[in-house]
């Protein structure tokens, strides 16, 4: 028998059996509307497209068609954000789990398109205070800005890495993507449409739960 979970004002509710989400029909509390999901589904459906869509018709007394059984449903874009059942595939999606520190240094994870702005901003605003205190400190021999410049630069390339390849994970994509900013003109101009403006896959992939 399949097991089903359901939303149902904004949160996830379940496991129930054919039976049970039968009833729920039977009472209304449920339509072909309602968003449900089983283990074998990629991605939460309406009721009436899924393998509960017969008890519509027919009532609970004829069985619908048997897709999957078991596991834990993934993110409902509906509800309200909770812990995520024990026994998830799925690493947390970054944007939702992750620290600021970790979207900015770690590698691991997808961030959705707000977060890798943001993150960029961060280091804009950076780049503008050290650049504004060297003015201030009258820096006049080149040597001396390199050695105040140098490990601020290092920090910034490691960040962005950073924040660009868990974009690329988003896009369900290989971090080894940003080799791509090698390629001149063409790598950036690419680099900017799918990581700056593109959705990311749209539920779990490979690399964690959508995060947008």
């Not at 004002?9 to 059996?17: D, E, F, I, R």
Request: charged share 10%; proline share 10%; with cysteine.
């Amino acid at each position: 028998m399949a097991i089903w979970y359901y939303e149902l004002n904004g949160a996830q509710h379940g496991p129930v059996g054919e039976a049970g989400a039968a009833a729920l029909l039977a009472s209304g509390t449920l339509d072909g509307k309602s968003l449900v999901w089983c283990e074998g589904l990629a991605d939460w459906v309406p009721l009436h497209q899924s393998g509960l869509s017969p008890y519509l018709v027919v009532g609970p007394s004829t069985p619908p068609p048997i897709r999957a059984s078991g596991g834990t449903p993934p993110v409902n874009p509906y509800q309200a954000q909770q812990t995520m059942p024990a026994g998830n595939p799925y690493p947390p999606g970054p944007g939702l789990e992750l620290t600021w520190k970790q979207i900015l240094w770690s590698f691991e994870g997808r961030i959705p398109r707000r977060t890798y702005w943001a993150g960029l901003g961060i280091w804009l605003a950076i780049v503008v205070v050290g650049l504004f205190a060297v003015l201030l400190a009258q820096v006049n021999a080149p040597e001396a800005l390199l050695v105040l410049l140098l490990p601020l630069v290092v920090l910034y390339i490691w960040s962005a890495l950073a924040l660009q390849i868990k974009r690329w994970h988003d896009r369900n994509k290989s971090g080894a993507m940003v080799l791509i900013n090698l390629i001149p003109y063409v790598g950036g101009i690419w680099t900017f449409v799918e990581c700056g403006c593109l959705r990311g896959s749209i539920g779990p992939n490979s690399y964690g739960n959508d995060p947008t």
